[in-house]
């Protein structure tokens, strides 16, 4: 039988659910492959994982423009030989579970569990074949760290295929496949249903608002954005969803009494809803993340951008504008005169729309562990 191991890091949750995403198509579709889902840097430093993953989410929460400045001198200069060190260093550790697990093949869903293994590879202390997904639409040099000894890398799209081979990657190795999301967004639901549950119409557009995110952001923008679309758009039908922060949800909730918009307006804290979601929105608004925008493209839903972190999730955002597939509402900009341009133009949706279609990859999943198991 077969041994893969699929390393992620809790710097963020697309790269975990990037790699559950990997092992529920393994399990479901390989009968002859053992795998196993592992955190790397818990596993190699419990404390520092600690550490760095409660610094990660902090700064990303109260000092943002901080985290874009690490991103941004990470891909070069003596921050990205530090961190490169670092993990040639933490590589030792990592040895004795690859030794007792002995995979065929490694999966990693975050680059530090690349680096790790490839430099244990390149000194000859593992033989295992590793694969490199990269979960984000823009490409960062700390993804391509030890790419001699990477066999695979799956990117997002086209363009960053282009630039790992002008970093002189082997175009062979390189596969332009999308980021890997549940195979929950390939089934077919029944809207009317869906709309029914929620005490909405199929006849009136449906935005699907992602309020909260993962360190709730930009509160006070993201709460006048919101104002915005209930005040600007009686006749549009709001699913938002404001995750666990609580501010956010009162907030969303006094906007919706106010207004007098509790038929045509869902507040949930937490959803496990958001494929079904997605099928019967027009529109969603969120934080360009890699995974929401692999999800969102699926279902071919045109976004309206709000408070990316700065580093990996800004690039992202222009990416998308860029291929007209989104909007981005900046911190200054006014989101009264964003979203009527945006309204008032019959066939912009439609063209946004349209332009999902470029970089849709809804059988990622599935295509990336063909190339690696058929």
Known sequence: MKKVIIFYASYGGGHLNAAKSIQECIINNYKDIDVELID??????????????????????????????????????????????????????????????NPDLI?????????????????QKITSKIATIMTDFAPHDQWLVGSDYTDYY????????????????????????????????????????????????PAKKTILFFGGGEFGLGKTKTVEIFECFVKLFPDVQIIAVAGKNEKMKSAFSKIVEDEKRNNSIKVLEFTNKVPEFMSISDLVVTKPGGLTTSESLASSLPMVIINPIPGQEEENAEFLVENGIAIWIKKYDNPYEKLQNLFSDSKKLLTMKENTQKLSRKFSTQNICKILFN
């Open 40 to 101: 790397c840097m818990k596993y190699v430093n419990i404390t520092i994982e600690k550490i760095t993953t409660a610094a990660y989410r902090e700064m990303a929460k109260k000092a943002p423009w901080a985290w874009g400045r690490i991103y941004a001198d990470s891909q070069k200069g003596p921050l990205a030989h530090i961190s490169s060190r670092s993990n040639k260093l933490m590589a030792i550790k990592l040895l004795k579970l690859l030794h007792e697990k």
């Open 154 to 201: 799956f990117v997002a799209h086209n363009k960053m295929k282009q630039y790992l081979i002008s970093k002189n990657i082997n175009e062979n190795k390189i596969f332009d496949t999308g980021i890997p999301i549940s195979n929950r967004f390939l089934l077919n639901y029944n809207k009317n249903e869906i709309f029914s549950e929620l005490g909405f119409t």
């Open 107 to 123: 999966i990693s869903t975050h680059p530090f569990g690349s680096q790790m293994c490839s430099y244990l590879k390149r000194k």
